[in-house]
Each structure stands twice: as structure tokens, then as C-alpha cells.
């Protein structure tokens, strides 16, 4: 019975050490990037933290690839997803914008390179990837709205870029971004 | 209402929701926008609906709010019924796809989703909960406050002006 | 108005034709009814008119709400009383430096009940599960809010508002191929402005 005991425990801990691991291994993808490093949210300004990663993203692997299979084999090659909005620090606008400049220098000396840019008036939208010539390793999305509020994510996977196209082309197209507290259009 | 529980009830509910106000307002967008808005009034209602009372009021405050949204449409002089026409020659209206053709529906429904839009009130919205919805009389009685007896009658009008609308397209319809 | 042979009416008929169909008459009338279809052609047709409308609408489909409104109500109900979700919670708290030994015990259990989760051959994970509904859904929003961008980026660079800078070979392009018709037609104005097309990373 000790030895049973002592067998679960030995082969627990080396499971942990495997989870651990695998956790750790994440971070060191390349197309992770600690969004936190970013600080461009105020302090307790951040209203949604959506974080999806390990068993969970198998799981919604396995659990879509029947019915949606570009969805499911998408999923099965995503690692972590995060999203994360709120208030943006910065004392007005001028300040919310500098410090954005600074995200994307950062983002930029990590290796990202910006796919997808917006700059008018105060509001701002980068779409960075990380890639090679065929795999797409991340996607890491930053928007100032202008009016102090944030979106950002961060993407990470091995991921098929011709998947990634299908798979997001295929998605109904978002309701107003403004019902999320982003607004993006300012077309007049 | 605690939110795990909130969660709960838009999972059971959401779909009786969109699916009311995508055949009332035949406008998928705005069918979107009067779910969002009825299931978070639900949240902001802070649980004050008994939970067996839950469905149909919603139901009345998913068709209270695609009839306000209708109003505007309206008064924005914007046209709504969709011409049974163009849906006949099998064009897709400014208004978007029926909630019919989505799910690659047949020439027949689109006409039927097209004249579904052109019924009066209250039989437009009793004929959807009750052939497309499967609610019961008395149910569709507590959604919109209406008699029993008006809520058939309601019914059988509905369908009978349905028929007078579809009757071209039927005409192949054989008599055994 | 016209009469047949077994002396009912037809409009009296007609007037009755829905509740025949759903089957709400009194035995009597019911009786009526049957007894004139049989013998009238012109309502007979109605009949089955009516039959047929009653059963297409009884097939038209419900649907269910797109994940993005669902998610956009679940955001709302958030912003009223902010919390973090579970995932988020169990991550940060294990980065905690003294919680080793807990973050050790957290991530056991999350093996364990992985794999124990996994051994029920019987049960595939589903979405019927809130915890991977709501993880598919935030997974979906994040995807289409990258479509999304690329999509109004690429609009508003067509209509001359803003730029949008391709600098990715082949990545880039099969990402744009897929965010709207708009896209592809222009592909030749989309490296216009700053653009570090061929900078490949």
C-alpha cells in the first residue's frame, strides 16, 4: 500500500513537472508575448481577461471538429489565446499615445512585424505577426480607440496561415465594436 | 442573479430570442442587436423575473423591442416589408439573407420567410411562435398578453392570409 | 358563394379550414368539413394548401445567436461587476513565487482530472459543456476580431482613409484573401504608403 502510495505521488509530481513545463514551454514559443509587459493599461483598468490555454484548448479542439472541422484543426494548432480590454493608462490622449509608441517599439524589437495598420487621429490598430515562410507563430493585436479604452491579444500557435484565412473570412463579421466600449470606425 | 446562473439562462434562452426577432424583423444585424439588448436587460433586471415566468418574458421583451426597432425603421422612412418581388426573383433584399436562406432554404421558404413579413400584428408574431417556435396557446397568451381566443383566431388569420399570398406559388400544388 | 352536394357552404367551410387543420374543431362540424372536402375539389385544393403552408413553416429553422452577441452580453454583465475568469485566476495566482507547492497540487489535479476526463471513451468533449462553449467563444471573437480589423483596415485603405501596410509576404496575403471580396480586387493599392512589403521575419 506505501509503495502504491509512494508510486501515485512519485508519478503525480512528475505529471505536474510535465504541466509545468508544458506552461513554461508556451511562454518560450515564439509567438508568445507576455502582454503585461506592455503596461498600457491603468491601473485596475482592465475589464476583461480572457486567458485559454492547455486541456481547455484540446478540449475545444475535440469538441468542434466534427461539426466546424477548419475550426477544430485551427484550435488544434492554437497554444494560448489571451484578450485583454480596458482603460488605458495615460494622463489624456497625448499620454495614452506615447505609451503606445512605446508598446510598438517593444513589440517590434521582439521581432513582430506589423501586418495591419491604423493611425488616424487618436486612434491606433497594429496587427503584428509572427511568422516564417510558411507557419504563422502568433498574432498579437493592439487598438487605442481614441477614447482611452484597449484591446489587445495575443495569438499563440504553429498555425497555418491559409487556415487562419479560411477560418476568419468564414466568421460572421463582428456587431458594432462600440457595443464592446471600442470603436474603431471614425469615418467621418 | 449571480452571474454562473445569468450564463445559464442565456445559453437555455438565446436561441428562442434571436430566432423571434430574426423572423420579425427579417434583419439578421438587427436581430443581433435586439438579442444583445433583451438578454442584458435581463441582467440589469437583477433576477426580479420569476425563473418560470423567465422564457415568456423574454419572448415579450425580444417582440416589444424588435417593434420598437421596427417603429424606426419606419419613421426613418426606411422601406421594411420586404417586396415579395424581389424575393420572388430570388434576390437578397438591402436587409440582408431571411432567416430561412442561411441554412441554404429552398425557394419556397424564402417566399414563405417574404410573406411572413407582410402579416399584420398580432398574427405575425403568433404565427412565428407557434409554427416556428412550438410555443402552446397559452404560452403565446402570457407573451403577448392577448385572450386565448384571440391568440387562435390571431392564428388562423395568419396562416389563412398566408395562403392567399402564397397561393401563386402553390398553384402546382395537385389535388388527389 | 357555392354549395355542394353535401349542402355545406364553402365559405362557411373555408372559415373553418385552419382550426380543421390543427385539428380544433367539434366532432360535429369536423364531420362537416370532411364530408365537404370529399365531395369539392376547389376546397379540397385549399386544404391541402393549407396543410402544406402549415407544415413549411412548422420546418423552418431556429437559430441559434452568433457568438460574437453572446459574447458582447457576457462582456456586458462583466463590466457591471468586474471579475476574472477562472482560467486567468488559476494562472496568475500559480505565478505567485510562494505558491509552488499549490500551483504543484493546481496543476496535478488539472493532469489528473485531464486525464481522467480523457479516458471516458464514451465522452468526447462537447460544447454543450459552458466551460468549453465560453472558451470556443472567446477563442472565435478573438479570431474575428483580427478578421475584423484586417477587414475595416483594408475598406477604409481602399477608400483612400487610411494605410495599411502589408510587410508580410504570403502570411499577409493569405490572411487578406480571405477578409472580404474588397481586398482581393485591390490587392495592388494594399502595400501603398509605408510600406515594408518583402520584410520578411
Given at each position: 500500500m506505501k509503495a502504491r502510495s509512494f508510486a501515485i505521488v512519485v508519478v503525480s509530481l512528475w505529471m505536474a513537472a510535465a504541466v509545468a513545463s508544458a506552461q513554461q514551454a508556451v511562454e518560450q514559443l515564439p509567438g508568445y508575448f507576455p502582454l503585461e509587459d506592455l503596461a498600457l493599461f491603468a491601473e485596475g483598468g482592465v475589464e476583461v481577461d480572457v486567458d485559454i490555454q492547455g486541456p481547455m484548448i484540446q478540449m475545444m479542439a475535440a469538441a468542434t471538429e466534427e461539426q466546424e472541422p477548419e475550426f477544430g484543426e485551427l484550435a488544434s494548432q492554437l497554444q494560448r489565446i489571451r484578450v485583454r480590454v480596458g482603460e488605458l493608462r495615460g494622463d489624456d490622449q497625448s499620454g495614452v499615445a506615447a505609451e503606445f509608441d512605446r508598446a510598438i517599439g517593444q513589440l517590434e524589437a521582439a521581432g513582430w512585424k506589423a501586418m495591419v495598420r491604423v493611425d488616424e487621429g487618436d486612434e491606433l490598430v497594429r496587427v503584428f505577426?509572427?511568422?516564417?515562410?510558411?507557419?504563422?507563430?502568433?498574432l498579437a493585436v493592439i487598438v487605442n480607440d481614441g477614447n482611452e479604452e484597449g484591446v489587445l491579444v495575443n495569438i499563440v500557435g504553429d498555425?497555418?496561415?491559409?487556415?487562419?484565412?479560411?477560418?476568419i473570412g468564414s466568421m460572421d463579421r463582428l456587431p458594432d465594436l462600440d457595443e464592446l466600449g471600442i470603436v474603431i470606425s471614425g469615418d467621418e | 442573479m449571480d452571474r454562473q446562473r445569468f450564463e445559464a439562462v442565456v445559453e437555455r434562452h438565446q436561441r428562442r430570442v434571436f430566432t423571434l426577432a430574426w423572423y420579425l424583423l427579417s434583419d439578421r444585424e438587427d436581430a443581433e442587436d435586439v438579442t444583445q439588448e433583451?438578454?442584458?436587460?435581463?441582467w440589469r433586471s437583477g433576477g426580479g423575473v420569476a425563473p418560470e415566468r423567465l422564457e415568456m418574458w423574454l419572448l415579450r421583451v425580444a417582440r416589444n423591442a424588435s417593434y420598437d426597432r421596427l417603429r424606426s425603421r419606419r419613421s426613418a422612412?426606411?422601406?421594411?416589408?420586404?417586396?415579395?418581388?424581389?424575393?420572388?426573383?430570388?434576390?437578397?433584399?438591402?436587409?440582408?439573407?431571411?432567416?430561412?436562406?442561411?441554412?441554404?432554404?429552398?425557394?419556397?421558404?424564402?417566399?414563405?420567410?417574404?410573406?411572413?413579413?407582410?402579416?399584420?400584428?398580432?398574427?405575425?408574431?403568433?404565427?412565428?411562435?407557434?409554427?416556428?417556435?412550438?410555443?402552446s396557446y397559452q404560452q403565446i397568451s402570457d407573451v403577448l398578453e392577448l385572450p386565448l381566443s384571440t391568440v387562435r383566431v390571431s392564428l388562423h388569420r395568419g396562416r389563412r392570409r398566408l395562403r392567399e399570398l402564397l397561393r401563386e406559388v402553390y398553384r402546382h400544388v395537385s389535388v388527389s | 358563394m357555392s354549395r355542394s352536394a353535401d349542402g355545406a357552404n364553402c365559405d362557411a367551410v373555408l372559415e373553418l379550414l385552419e382550426a380543421f387543420v390543427d385539428g380544433e374543431l367539434e366532432?360535429?362540424?369536423?364531420?362537416?368539413?370532411?364530408?365537404?372536402?370529399?365531395?369539392?375539389?376547389?376546397?379540397?385544393?385549399?386544404?391541402?394548401?393549407?396543410?402544406?403552408?402549415?407544415?413549411?413553416?412548422?420546418?423552418?429553422?431556429?437559430?441559434?445567436?452568433?457568438a460574437k452577441v453572446l459574447w458582447s452580453v457576457r462582456m456586458a454583465a462583466r463590466e457591471d461587476g468586474p471579475t476574472v475568469p477562472w482560467r486567468t485566476r488559476l494562472v496568475q495566482w500559480s505565478r505567485r513565487p510562494a505558491s509552488a507547492f499549490a500551483t504543484a497540487s493546481v496543476a496535478l489535479a488539472m493532469v489528473v482530472a485531464a486525464l481522467v476526463w480523457w479516458q471516458r471513451p464514451a465522452q468526447r468533449p462537447s460544447l454543450d459543456d459552458p466551460e468549453i462553449a465560453r472558451a470556443a467563444q472567446e477563442t472565435r471573437f478573438a479570431l474575428a476580431l483580427v478578421g475584423e480589423l484586417g477587414r475595416?483596415?483594408?475598406?477604409?485603405?481602399?477608400?483612400?482613409?487610411?494605410?495599411?501596410?502589408?510587410?508580410?509576404?504570403?502570411?499577409?496575403?493569405?490572411l487578406r484573401k480571405h477578409l472580404g471580396s474588397e481586398r482581393s480586387e485591390n490587392e495592388n493599392t494594399v502595400t501603398e504608403g509605408p510600406s515594408e512589403k518583402g520584410a520578411n521575419g
Open positions: 505577426v509572427k511568422q516564417s515562410s510558411d507557419r504563422i507563430y502568433g498555425l497555418d496561415p491559409e487556415l487562419v484565412g479560411r477560418v | 433583451v438578454l442584458i436587460r435581463m422612412s426606411r422601406v421594411f416589408a420586404a417586396d415579395a418581388a424581389h424575393e420572388a426573383a430570388g434576390t437578397v433584399t438591402a436587409d440582408g439573407p431571411s432567416p430561412e436562406s442561411v441554412v441554404g432554404g429552398s425557394e419556397i421558404g424564402r417566399r414563405l420567410c417574404a410573406a411572413l413579413t407582410e402579416l399584420r400584428e398580432p398574427a405575425k408574431s403568433i404565427v412565428i411562435l407557434r409554427e416556428i417556435q412550438g410555443l | 366532432p360535429a362540424e369536423e364531420r362537416t368539413v370532411t364530408a365537404h372536402l370529399d365531395d369539392c375539389r376547389a376546397c379540397r385544393r385549399e386544404h391541402r394548401l393549407a396543410m402544406e403552408i402549415r407544415s413549411r413553416l412548422r420546418s423552418l429553422p431556429e437559430h441559434d445567436a452568433p475595416r483596415a483594408a475598406l477604409d485603405e481602399v477608400l483612400g482613409r487610411r494605410v495599411v501596410s502589408a510587410t508580410v509576404d504570403g502570411v499577409a496575403d493569405a
